[in-house]
């Protein structure tokens, strides 16, 4: 329902980057997934960061009564007034949340559980009022469900650019503020500043995005694009700066190439698309990031089970050693099978490393393999005080 | 006569119909090293977070030097407790420490060199030079309170308070943070702290407040901490030696 008919068929990469710059449809729709990438990364990184993940969840689908509302009472279809009506619905959904938590006991996903399908429902049931209507304009609202980049014309890109460029703008300008409300809010609270009002501006902002998305990639995926390119960027560093220019990235990426892959492919719906290119770069992220990745965690526990199996075998060779005046006198290599954890492969290693020579049944230690041995010792020891 | 840093007037603060401070009248003198004890729920940190407005209190109030909290925030310091913070949030032990400034920046200016100088003084006072540039979830517990210490000092406060400074870290670090403690009483401040080893009161403090929803006593450790006020306030018969 949402492939992109021009493009349909196979085309190599050139022919594809050629139509981007010269095909006026395509670049559109390229250019506004790419925009609402750069924005909802951005913006996702502070709903992950403030655990509020599932926010993004709640927000997109109580905005749908709005967009069918707005509908009903203007009988209107361009974008901007419904998702005018989006926008409204949204940022109450939202506030009924906030309200819910502060105001009862209940907890926060109880919370945004109930506001989800209470608004959800509702607009469901707005949307099959209106189709049962005999209004010739009715139809296509339900392309807020899932999402139909197709229809992005350059108004909406503007749009789109627009709000991205405000919220850098605002980003930029209240970093810090931000940065210690995600951190550390009561700390906030005491230094003077109006937590609340900080609060509003980022929930806000974040509302906003996912109004902006919901033509593109619909009510029910539109949370992704927050929480995928984000829980990506968390992975490859340690700075919150990174971590937000990182998401807007990998977020623009997903546009670009899930535009892409549905533009070259039959078929293929761009929000979905855009949703899975998204889950491809949380997917090498979290297995290849070098610091939290679960590849390098694995290849440096083996390394490190290695490396003190080493490290053991040596320190029992030193105390051996020791007890000798000469400190290269052989000894047999049976000796060695007293020890747990001894096996041929940690004697090859170290002599690979220089640290022990072997003649015949018998081995020594080198004077290297002595010294880095007693430097072992010390170091423990130092760990121990 | 001393002055009075902090007073406390008929403070009431509830969760939900249940009172958790009931009534609390306190004076704190300048310049005293003060322990807040009493047992789990006995309302200590709710008092710290009530006094900085953290907490709307239903009735009392509560004043810094004679004036509302409000106007003398400058002078004011806090150090949360550790646990309530994500410490794996993207960000370095530094980054943290320059927090503290962003209370005299106010809003939209950044942090300069100079807010950077005072950073990295405040932590090579709590020996975390070299940690600097570390993820702060790299960092062990203890290290983590020397962190929020910093971040405190950093604020160049009269008055600190301190919830709970003392958990889960181990003695070296206990020690160093007493230590600072003390040095910031010599230098006239008056530091605040909720406290739970009972055992270390005497040591480390020369001011108590036992808590428990209402204020049992306060006043000077050697007077008032006794077998006699911890009874009162753990509502067990309690009996601690202290050997003088």
């Known amino acids: ?385 | 006569m001393t002055k009075i840093a902090v007073q406390i007037d008929d403070l009431t603060v509830a969760y939900n119909y249940k009172p958790v401070l009931w009534d609390i009248d306190l004076e704190i003198p300048e310049g005293v090293l003060m322990a807040i004890v009493g047992p789990n729920g006995a309302g200590k940190s709710t008092l710290i977070k009530a006094i900085l407005g953290i907490l709307k209190p239903i009735a009392g109030s509560v004043s810094i030097y004679g004036k509302s909290y409000k106007k003398q925030r400058s002078l004011v310091a806090y150090v949360p407790q550790k646990g309530s913070v994500d410490w794996d949030f993207p960000t370095t032990a530094l980054d943290v420490v320059l927090m503290g400034t962003y209370g005299s920046l106010g809003w939209i200016k950044r942090p300069t060199q100079k807010e950077k100088k005072a950073a990295l003084e405040a932590l090579e006072k709590v020996g975390m030079l070299p940690f600097k540039n570390r993820q702060i979830s790299q960092l062990s517990g203890g290290q983590q309170q020397r962190i929020f210490l910093a971040r405190a000092l950093v604020q160049d406060a009269s008055i600190y308070f301190m919830d709970e400074p003392f958990q889960g870290v181990d003695a070296t670090t206990e020690i160093a943070i007493i230590n600072i403690l003390k040095e910031l009483r010599k230098a006239g401040k008056t530091v605040i702290v909720v406290h739970h080893d009972l055992q270390t009161v005497p040591e480390y403090f020369d001011w108590v407040t036992f808590l428990n929803v209402k204020k049992i006593a306060t006043g000077p450790v050697k007077d008032i901490f006794n077998d006699d006020n911890l009874t009162k306030t753990y509502g067990i018969n309690y009996k601690v030696s202290i050997q003088e």
């Not at chain 1, 967009?67 to 949204?90: E, P, Y």
């Not at chain 1, 919150?240 to 990426?253: H, N, P, S, T």
């Not at chain 1, 290849?299 to 290269?328: G, P, Q, S, V």
């Open chain 1, 1 to 385: 329902m949402d492939e992109i008919p021009a493009f349909a068929g196979i085309m190599d990469l050139k022919d594809y980057i050629q139509l981007v710059f010269s095909d006026y449809t395509l670049r559109t729709i390229t250019l506004g997934t790419a925009i609402l990438g750069v924005v909802t990364g951005m913006l996702g990184s502070f709903a992950v960061l403030r655990k509020q993940s599932l926010l993004g969840d709640a927000i997109s689908h109580a905005a749908l009564p709005g967009i069918a509302i707005a509908f009903l009472i203007t009988g209107a279809k361009d974008s901007n007034t419904l998702l005018l009506g989006a926008l409204v619905s949204g940022l109450i959904g939202t506030f009924w949340i906030r309200g819910i938590i502060t105001k009862t006991h209940l907890k926060s996903d109880t919370a945004l559980g109930l506001i989800l399908s209470l608004f959800f429902g509702f607009g469901m049931l707005l949307l099959t009022f209106i189709q049962k209507q005999p209004n010739a304009n009715q139809a296509g609202l339900d392309k807020y469900l899932f999402g139909q980049a197709a229809t992005l014309i350059e108004s909406d890109v503007w749009l789109m650019a627009i709000v991205t460029g405000v919220c850098l703008f605002v980003l930029l300008l209240f970093w810090k503020e931000f940065k210690i409300l995600l951190f550390d809010k009561d700390y906030a609270k005491t230094l003077g500043f109006n937590t609340k009002t900080i609060d509003i501006l980022i929930t806000s902002f974040i509302v906003l995005a996912i109004v902006l998305g919901l033509q593109t990639v619909g009510v029910v995926l539109m949370s992704a694009m927050l929480l995928a390119p984000a829980a990506a960027a968390r992975q490859w560093t340690n700075s919150l700066a990174k971590m937000v220019f990182l998401a807007a990235l990998f977020g623009a990426f997903s546009g670009v190439f899930g535009t892409a892959i549905s533009a070259s492919q039959n078929n293929l719906s761009t929000g979905p698309v855009i949703v899975l290119v998204a889950a491809v770069f949380v997917f090498v992220s979290f297995v290849f990031s070098p610091t939290r990745g679960l590849l390098f965690k694995q290849i440096r526990f083996i390394k490190n089970r290695r490396d003190l199996e080493l490290h053991k075998t040596l320190a029992f060779m030193y105390h051996i050693a020791e007890t000798h005046e000469n400190i290269a006198h052989p000894h047999e290599i049976k000796i060695l099978n007293n020890f747990q954890g001894f096996t041929k492969g940690t004697l090859k290693k170290l002599v690979e490393k220089n640290y022990v020579t072997l003649k015949g049944t018998t081995w020594s230690l080198t004077a290297e393999g002595f010294e880095s041995a007693s430097n072992l010792y010390n170091q423990s020891n130092k760990k121990d005080e």
